[in-house]
T-cell receptor, first 113, second 114 residues
Framework: AQTVTQSQPEMSVQEAETVTLSCTYDTSENNYYLFWYKQPPSRQMILVIR??????QNATENRFSVNFQKAAKSFSLKISDSQLGDTAMYFC??????????FGKGTSLLVTP | GAGVSQTPSNKVTEKGKYVELRCDPI?????LYWYRQSLGQGPEFLIY????????DSGLPNDRFFAVRPEGSVSTLKIQRTERGDSAVYLCASSFGGRDTEAFFGQGTRLTVV
């Protein structure tokens, strides 16, 4: 079974600053996908960014980027130029193709003015 | 519809009662997932449908939980003899399945068992 660990229950960052959320995972698979999801108080999970394990290049989506270290089984999320609307729970998730997402426990991010 | 729709948004029920939670996936999505999210936790996998059949139900906690998707679209999660420990947000997600792996989530049903 795969496990996903998010070691930071809560994080805080000032508006316009940069913050990095940590995620590690454990798997014996070679082909898989990694995701970061955002969950605001509305409860709806929103995909922020995804990474295919076979790609060496780190994924980037506007202000969001990842640092994917396959050998270390690490998948951190960097949020640049933080905005108040980024305040939410962030979940790291692992998925084998054809299987369901496996989530970590989440990191609560607060962006302060 | 435009997104995954879950009804009801909130449900309060008495211990021992039976409840049904509904999920309307995005049209054309063949894969459908149910997750349970307890307070302060990440979503936990319950069951995964590919079309009408349950491809993986290994996450269902016990035989009080059951889910169906008779026509390969709408799915219903059924909980019998509810217990206070069943209180959680139940999330549904759908995707095209196959190589297109992005799952789109609904806003969940908050179930409270009193």
């Amino acid at each position: 079974a795969q496990t996903v660990t998010q070691s930071q229950p809560e994080m805080s960052v000032q508006e316009a600053e940069t913050v990095t959320l940590s995620c590690t995972y454990d798997t014996s698979e070679n082909n898989y996908y990694l995701f970061w999801y955002k969950q605001p108080p509305s409860r709806q999970m929103i995909l922020v960014i995804r990474q295919e394990a076979y790609k060496q290049q780190n994924a980037t989506e506007n202000r969001f980027s990842v640092n994917f270290q396959k050998a270390a089984k690490s998948f951190s999320l960097k949020i640049s130029d933080s905005q108040l609307g980024d305040t939410a729970m962030y979940f790291c998730a692992f998925m084998k193709p054809g299987y369901a997402l496996n989530f970590g426990k989440g990191t609560s991010l607060l962006v302060t003015p | 519809g435009a997104g995954v729709s879950q009804t009801p948004s909130n449900k309060v029920t008495e211990k021992g009662k039976y409840v049904e939670l509904r999920c309307d996936p995005i049209s054309g999505h063949t894969a459908l997932y149910w997750y349970r999210q307890s307070l302060g936790q990440g979503p936990e996998f319950l069951i995964y449908f590919q079309g009408t059949g349950a491809a993986d139900d290994s996450g269902l906690p016990n035989d009080r939980f059951f889910a169906v998707r008779p026509e390969g679209s709408v799915s219903t999660l059924k909980i019998q003899r509810t217990e206070r420990g069943d209180s959680a947000v139940y999330l549904c997600a759908s995707s095209f399945g196959g190589r297109d792996t992005e799952a789109f989530f609904g806003q969940g049903t908050r179930l409270t068992v009193v």
